[in-house]
Nanobody, 121 residues
Framework: QVQLVESGGGLVQPGGSLRLSCAAS????????MAWYRQAPGKQRELVAR???????NYADSVKGRFTISRDNAKNTVYLQMNSLKPEDTAVYYC???????????????WGQGTQVTVSG
């Protein structure tokens, strides 16, 4: 009913930048929060950044001052601008959206399939 498609991952050298995008599509009535999570090999998935429909954002301490989350409500799209990347930022990055699907009775969680970000060089 809802699809989240991420793009923008890749290989970048330390200190470089990448911009991730995630577009939500389907039978969407409303989107509450949108967020980016990441999971490194052998580690649990962790929250990177979250943004409300009104634009309020919060970040993991490890990325504060380097990453910026934003969203375009008209396009049902969330972005993550990642600057000053470090090798420890290497992970699969997942998009998350809390969506009210047309015809449903509540908000539900939806996830993208993930995009690999590798910081090396």
């Amino acid at each position: 009913q809802v699809q989240l498609v991420e793009s923008g991952g890749g290989l970048v050298q330390p200190g470089g930048s990448l911009r991730l995008s995630c577009a939500a599509s389907g039978s969407i009535l409303s989107i509450n929060t949108m967020a980016w999570y990441r999971q490194a090999p052998g580690k649990q998935r962790e929250l990177v950044a979250r943004i409300t429909s009104g634009g309020s954002a919060n970040y993991a301490d490890s990325v504060k001052g380097r990453f910026t989350i934003s969203r375009d409500n008209a396009k049902n799209t969330v972005y993550l601008q990642m600057n000053s990347l470090k090798p420890e930022d290497t992970a699969v990055y997942y998009c998350n959206a809390v969506v009210w699907v047309i015809g449903s009775w509540s908000f539900d969680d939806y996830w993208g399939q993930g995009t690999q970000v590798t910081v090396s060089g």
